[in-house]
């Protein structure tokens, strides 16, 4: 019962945190632009993350800082089983474009925010008619040392299970001849998709050694989804659960 009265309040103080954000990135954005807006994105994903620790009793973890390059010019592949990479993906990588379902522009205040962003739109409907728009959309990005944000299996997962990996990652990262950088995870054990309970615990988030180019497809889609989904069955909660662990904020 403790839980769901904790998950209650924490769903009330992250709704009203979200919309105190969305107009902090709007009024950001007239004067910093996209850079206004990330640094916004730094501090919210900060706090979410200490409501999580405070009222939950979620703690969190970030590896693999020395797997990033340098120069901006990459993609990476996250895996997806909860909100929480959403919001928290501004302290995965500096400055990133996201790739993002172009309804979520039509959502009042964020809609804003996603395209003062810079989001790469796209509407899933028209399948392979999309890919030449995310190509331009990267290219413009990576030319500027914004890395690319893409969650290959389109959707959240379920944890302890892969999703259905698409093609699109794949024809990023061939057509503009850039490492691609994986991103393990196990958020989805405790903050469900589509759930109100929040289970305590410990999300760990894992960047994994960079993916260089040169693969064909079939190669790169195996090795891609290999690393991802073993990283993240490593770190599934019955070996990273540790409630008094302190988080690496």
């Known amino acids: 019962m403790i839980q769901y009265v904790r998950s209650f309040i924490f769903n009330i103080v992250f709704f009203v945190w979200m919309i105190f954000v969305s107009i902090a990135c709007l009024i950001a954005s007239v004067f910093w632009g996209y850079k206004g807006i990330n640094r916004v994105g730094e501090m919210c994903s900060f706090m979410v993350e200490h409501f999580l620790r405070f009222i939950v009793g979620v703690t969190t973890e970030f590896r693999g800082q020395e797997h990033i390059p340098t120069d901006g010019k990459f993609l990476v592949a996250c895996k997806h089983q909860s909100a929480w990479e959403t919001i928290s993906l501004h302290r995965f990588v500096k400055d990133p474009t996201v790739v993002m379902k172009k ?8 809609g804003k925010v996603v395209v003062q962003a810079g989001s790469i739109l796209i509407d899933r409907k028209k399948g392979k008619e999309v890919l030449p728009q995310m190509i331009e959309g990267t290219t413009k990005s990576l030319k500027i040392g914004r890395p690319v944000f893409i969650f290959p299996e389109g959707t959240r997962s379920t944890p ?78 019955q070996e990273t659960t540790c409630p008094q662990k302190k988080a690496l904020l």
Do not use: T
């Not at 309804?103 to 964020?110: A, Q, R, Y």
């Not at 999703?163 to 691609?180: E, M, T």
């Open 103 to 110: 309804e979520l522009s039509k959502w009042p205040l964020f």
């Open 160 to 237: 302890g299970k892969p999703g259905r990996y698409r093609h699109g990652i794949f024809a990023l990262y061939d057509a503009l001849k850039v490492p691609v950088l994986p991103i393990a995870l196990n958020s989805g054990y405790f903050w469900p998709k589509r759930g109100f309970l929040k289970k305590k615990g410990h999300i760990v988030m894992e960047r994994l050694p960079v993916i260089q180019p040169g693969l064909k497809e079939k190669d790169f889609m195996k090795k891609l989804e290999r690393v991802i989904e073993d990283a993240s069955l490593k770190i599934a909660p």
